[in-house]
């Protein structure tokens, strides 16, 4: 039984070793695999979400799990339960595992300390979402055949981003060669020495173009001034989508805020990978969760 809080601390091995196995759910034709019939798996979202909440429900649910959801808007978080209650509450009724979205940084390492069963990190605050980063590598190794040596540009609101930590501790583990490019009020200072902060010019040159969305809601007053000019100065716009090498391609954790960070004609285009990655999300999270019950 194991926990996946975050890739910082995740082997090389351990990594690959998931991706690997999402491989073997993705080429399976069957959609069920009811290898876990007699687990109970809760999803525990404090946060919002889509695609994480939908496809960690696809995934459990093609392994033959009983899956509870747990939406906080709709429980007695509202009446004030702190998110240990409520965790220790589903742990206590015979949950195995518990995949848990929140907000507060530093709180779900102290949670899997005081609870029992593995916990699913399904992004926290702007710390990590290792299952998106396990996500975006697999498309990568999908496209590409291998890591080593790939050029990913991260570009965007850096300083909000679970996603651009992940990645960053994920990628430069397989050599992979990371780049950050950002407004100097969406950087975050601490992670330049792990990656340069390049010109947008510069960060275009890339073979994985990673966008990323403006996240408005973890912003303080006035981080976004105006969408337009952090659109022509930091999106990818059609102009500068047009002159990417052939071979780059495009990505985004979505959702999207089309016409800010990427240009509406360019979330569909030939060189985009987006709806790739949801599609991806599905064989990782099955492989994650597989992980944490066998
Ligand atoms: N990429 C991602 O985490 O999307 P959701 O917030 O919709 O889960």
Not at 76 to 104: F, H, N, Q, W
């Amino acid at each position: 039984e194991r926990s996946l809080l975050g890739l910082k601390e995740l082997s090389r091995d351990e990594i690959a070793s998931i991706l690997d196995r999402a491989a073997h759910w993705d080429r399976q034709q069957e959609k069920m695999s009811p290898i876990l019939n007699k687990h109970f798996v809760a999803n525990m979202f404090f946060e919002n979400s889509t695609r994480t909440r939908f496809s960690f429900e696809m995934a459990e649910k093609r392994l033959g799990a009983q899956v509870l959801n747990f939406a906080a808007a709709a429980s007695s978080v509202e009446k004030g339960e702190s998110i240990y209650d409520t965790v220790r509450t589903l742990e206590s009724m015979g949950i195995d595992a518990g995949v848990i979205r929140l907000k507060p940084i530093g709180l779900l390492a102290e949670l899997a300390k005081k609870v029992s069963v593995p916990l699913i990190n399904a992004g926290d605050g702007n710390n990590e979402h290792p299952t998106q980063a396990l996500l975006d590598l697999y498309t990568m190794k999908q496209h590409f055949g291998e890591l080593k040596g790939l050029r990913v540009s991260i570009i965007g609101d850096i300083l909000h981003s679970r996603v651009a930590r992940s990645n960053l501790w994920a990628l430069q583990k397989f050599g992979v060669d990371v780049k950050f490019c950002a407004p100097a009020n969406m950087q975050a200072p601490e992670l330049a020495k792990y990656a340069p902060y390049v010109s947008m010019e510069e960060a275009l040159q890339a073979d994985v173009v990673m966008m990323l969305r403006v996240q408005l809601e973890r912003h303080g007053e006035g981080v976004l001034k105006s969408a337009d000019t952090y659109r022509v100065q930091y999106g990818l716009t059609e102009e500068r989508a047009a002159k990417l090498n052939a071979g780059t391609i495009i990505m985004h954790p979505a959702p999207i805020n089309r016409n800010v960070e990427i240009d509406d004609a360019i979330v569909e285009s030939p060189q985009s990978k987006i709806f790739t990655q949801m599609q991806n999300g599905v064989p990782i999270r099955m492989a994650v969760i597989e992980r944490a019950m066998k």
